[in-house]
Nanobody, 123 residues
């Protein structure tokens, strides 16, 4: 079984930065794709960024526009999402997710989920 635990969310002002972390455990992630989604109450969960655990391919949602960076630390089995130039519309619960094979950008394609971490950007 795979466990994903997010941390690092919080309250930040417009233009500020946060780094989200996702501690992974339970399986070897070498073939996995891991990523980040976000969700606002009343709206569908949306894709933010993902990467192969091997590190050879990363991809982002269009709205990221160079503001966010996904990365991982193999030694710590941790996935990160660096959030820069934050805007009030980035306010959401951010979820870490993993899928066993192949790439993906829709929630239904991912097999494992964390419980999320709240990011709030004040104007």
């Amino acid at each position: 079984q795979v466990q994903l635990v997010e941390s690092g969310g919080g309250l930040v002002q417009t233009g500020g930065s946060l780094r989200l972390s996702c501690a992974t455990s339970g399986r070897t992630f070498s073939t996995y794709t891991t990523g980040w989604f976000r969700q606002v109450p009343g709206k569908e969960r949306e894709f933010v960024a993902a990467m192969r655990w091997s590190g050879d391919y990363t991809y982002y949602a269009d709205f990221v526009k160079g503001r966010f960076t996904i990365s991982r630390d193999n030694a710590k089995n941790t996935l990160y999402l660096q959030l820069n130039s934050l805007k009030p519309e980035d306010t959401a619960v951010y979820y870490c997710a993993a899928k066993r094979y192949g790439l993906g950008s829709t929630p239904s394609e991912f097999n494992y989920w964390g419980r999320g971490t709240q990011v709030t950007v004040s104007s």
